[in-house]
Nanobody, 121 residues
Framework: QVQLVESGGGLVQPGGSLRLSCSAS????????MGWYRQVPGNQREMVAG???????DYGDSVKGRFTISRDNAANTVALQMNSLKPEDTGVYYC???????????????WGRGTQVTVSS
């Protein structure tokens, strides 16, 4: 089972920046997609950004132009650079990965425990 561990959350003022990191450990065949979701209490978890091994990226509409996702395939890590942060970016940020267990293609979604990001003056 792949385990994901996030780091880098914290408190930042509006307009500031934070960088989140996520490290994957465990055995797997491949991870076609790694990404970040966020959740505010009372709301559904929403997609923030995702990235494929070749570098293809996808972003939620609310973060386009401000956040950048990157991935190190050799190190099995994914990072999220967050700039021009707004109070509405506040939430718990979760790392996730689509994991392929074996060459037969069996798969599951792995989630980290989350890291809190608070944007406030």
């Amino acid at each position: 089972q792949v385990q994901l561990v996030e780091s880098g959350g914290g408190l930042v003022q509006p307009g500031g920046s934070l960088r989140l990191s996520c490290s994957a450990s465990g055995s797997f065949f491949s991870m076609p997609v790694m990404g970040w979701y966020r959740q505010v209490p009372g709301n559904q978890r929403e997609m923030v950004a995702g990235i494929a091994p070749g570098g293809t990226t996808d972003y939620g509409d609310s973060v386009k132009g401000r956040f950048t996702i990157s991935r190190d395939n050799a190190a099995n890590t994914v990072a999220l650079q967050m700039n021009s942060l707004k109070p509405e970016d506040t939430g718990v940020y979760y790392c996730n990965a689509l994991v392929i267990r074996d060459s037969a293609g069996s798969r599951y979604i792995s989630w980290g425990r989350g890291t809190q990001v608070t944007v406030s003056s």
